[in-house]
């Protein structure tokens, strides 16, 4: 038996993977570096701060964009568990869940859009980057959450509870 300890992975979420890394070791040698200079030597990086917030806020959108797939949301399943052996109850409260979640989509990207639009006019006040570099990954999160409950819904997928409910 000589089967993989993980199964493999889509080359879409081991690209997620790698960005995420990328995004968590430039952040960490930046303040690393940033600490050192400062108290080691009473000089900074002026960049560093503004580089650590840009790459933590994509790092957590790209992070939530591939959490939905694999089911890592928080879920709270106690009431739906209980609709387990009442199937059309179960695909009703499922299809509720989902339209939830697509409004919720909806919602953080039009906000997101709205911040877009705001920041294409200025930039960052050290490394110049446009400030619209800031909320765009939570509209492209918002899409691709959205994108995928939609499917979910097409599909008409069964609502995955990610574990055995025993309710007593």
């Known amino acids: 038996m000589n089967a993989p300890a993980h199964p493999p992975t889509h080359p879409l979420q081991r690209l997620v993977q790698i960005l995420m890394a990328a995004c968590l070791a430039v952040m960490a040698c930046s303040v690393f570096l940033n600490v050192v200079l400062r108290y080691g030597f009473g000089s900074g990086i002026a960049a560093s701060e503004e580089l650590s917030r840009l790459l933590f806020v994509w790092m957590v959108f790209i992070g939530a964009a591939a959490a939905y797939p694999a089911g890592e949301h928080m879920a709270f399943t106690s009431l739906v568990g209980l609709l387990r052996r009442r199937p059309l109850a179960f695909r009703l409260a499922t299809l509720a869940i989902r339209l939830l979640a ?67």
Do not use: F, N
Not at 144 to 158: D, H, R
């Open 102 to 168: 697509l409004l919720a989509c909806v919602l953080l990207a039009r906000g997101a859009w709205q911040q877009v639009v705001v920041g294409m006019d200025s930039t960052s006040v050290v490394l110049g980057y446009p400030v619209a570099l800031l909320p765009l990954p939570a509209l492209l999160c918002a899409v691709a959450i959205g994108l995928m409950v939609v499917w979910e819904i097409v599909q008409a997928k069964p609502l995955d509870l990610g574990h055995s409910v025993d309710v007593e």
